[in-house]
């Protein structure tokens, strides 16, 4: 290819960034029959990366029929199942899937399109990502699953789903915390009653020692402490500077959330109705029994 052909070829090429970004299907195809190659604008991304994001998906069946490359990385090393998961578009998330794409690469940050959808609680792109796959389990570089990510985002649904997909509530990131930690820490009271129907545990300790009771003394979230409780969780247990939920809240000056503490019983068993659960939880761990709403 002479240099005249080149400077051709990449203006086509950049012709077709636009087209794709803006969504012109008719011109996409064209630009492709002209010859144009696949460019990459300032920041790394192709033209399937930008008509992913736009929600372009006329756009992308034809990119993907003309064999772009499903899993190139833009300079945050995101794939163009990443920037779909950034706005989760469901539609370009299930081509990209059909045309088994890589569904678990990670970011820069370390984060899949999976941590990307349940960040943002996108809970129907969260569905097909778990149905096709996507590995529930992988942690990003803070040590977060993607079930953690939805849980400090208060996202229930999004929650259930991946906890229906295998996730594990008792997973700890890179402080320590599991998800019921990060519930109760944000004061998200739907899902700590999802993760309270899970098989997790009410006094698991983080780096500081702190079980979410702790947490949720610190904070002054009156109705955490009593979900916590009444899920068994144990006002005794000391953290790592020897301090219980109790010394917490009196030190925090959150009088509410002593008098509950001060006052809450240790029970051997309690009984949780969820929505769609059954569970007999003793102080330290959860026995669960999964039982359908026919039961209820």
Same mark, same amino acid.
């Given at each position: 290819?002479?240099? /005249?052909?080149?400077?051709?070829?990449?203006? =086509?090429?950049?012709?077709?960034?636009?087209?794709?970004?803006?969504?012109?299907?008719? *011109?996409?195809?064209?630009?492709?029959?002209?010859?144009?190659?696949?460019?990459?604008?300032?920041?790394?991304?192709?033209?399937?990366?930008? !008509?992913?994001?736009?929600?372009? @998906?006329?756009?992308?069946?034809?990119?993907?029929?003309?064999?772009? +490359?499903? $899993?190139?990385?833009?300079?945050?090393?995101?794939?163009?199942?990443?920037?779909?998961?950034?706005?989760? %578009?469901?539609?370009?998330?299930?081509? =990209?899937?059909?045309?088994?794409?890589?569904? $678990?690469?990670?970011?820069?940050?370390?984060?899949?399109?999976?941590?990307?959808? *349940?960040?943002?609680?996108?809970?129907?792109?969260?569905?097909?990502?778990?149905?096709?796959? !996507?590995?529930?389990?992988?942690? +990003?570089?803070?040590? +977060?699953?993607?079930?953690?990510?939805?849980?400090?985002?208060?996202?229930?649904?999004?929650?259930?789903?991946?906890? #229906?997909?295998?996730?594990?509530?008792?997973?700890?990131?890179?402080?320590?915390?599991?998800?019921?930690?990060?519930? &109760?820490?944000?004061?998200?009271? &739907?899902? @700590?009653?999802?993760? =309270?129907?899970?098989?997790?545990?009410?006094?698991?300790?983080?780096? !500081?020692?702190?079980?979410?009771?702790?947490?949720?003394?610190?904070?002054?979230?009156?109705?955490?402490?009593? #979900? =916590?409780?009444? &899920?068994?969780?144990?006002? /005794?247990?000391?953290?790592?500077?020897?301090?219980?939920?109790?010394?917490?809240?009196?030190?925090? %000056?959150?009088?509410?959330?002593?008098?509950?503490?001060?006052?809450?019983?240790?029970?051997?068993?309690?009984?949780?109705?969820?929505?769609?659960?059954?569970?007999?939880?003793?102080?330290?761990?959860?026995? #669960?029994?999964?039982?359908?709403?026919?039961?209820?």
């Amino acid at each position: 290819m002479n240099q /005249r052909d080149a400077a051709e070829v990449l203006a =086509l090429s950049e012709r077709l960034l636009v087209a794709s970004h803006k969504g012109q299907v008719d *011109s996409v195809v064209q630009l492709i029959n002209k010859g144009a190659k696949v460019a990459v604008t300032k920041y790394g991304r192709s033209p399937l990366h930008l !008509a992913a994001y736009k929600g372009h @998906i006329e756009v992308v069946r034809v990119l993907l029929k003309a064999g772009c +490359n499903l $899993d190139i990385q833009d300079d945050g090393e995101q794939t163009a199942l990443h920037r779909a998961a950034v706005v989760g %578009n469901s539609d370009i998330i299930n081509a =990209l899937i059909q045309e088994s794409c890589a569904l $678990d690469r990670q970011d820069k940050d370390g984060n899949t399109a999976l941590h990307e959808v *349940s960040w943002h609680g996108f809970t129907q792109s969260v569905k097909l990502l778990v149905k096709a796959g !996507a590995n529930v389990y992988t942690k +990003n570089k803070a040590g +977060n699953t993607p079930l953690h990510l939805a849980c400090q985002n208060g996202h229930a649904q999004s929650a259930k789903v991946l906890l #229906l997909g295998g996730s594990r509530p008792d997973s700890k990131n890179h402080a320590g915390d599991t998800c019921l930690h990060v519930a &109760a820490r944000y004061n998200h009271l &739907a899902v @700590i009653r999802i993760l =309270l129907g899970a098989y997790c545990s009410v006094s698991e300790k983080n780096l !500081a020692g702190d079980t979410p009771l702790h947490v949720a003394a610190t904070l002054n979230h009156k109705k955490a402490i009593r #979900l =916590l409780l009444e &899920a068994g969780a144990d006002s /005794r247990i000391n953290n790592n500077a020897g301090l219980t939920a109790l010394d917490q809240a009196r030190e925090h %000056n959150n009088p509410e959330v002593a008098l509950l503490l001060t006052k809450a019983p240790q029970r051997e068993g309690i009984f949780w109705h969820l929505s769609d659960t059954f569970m007999v939880r003793g102080n330290s761990d959860c026995n #669960l029994f999964m039982a359908s709403r026919m039961f209820l």
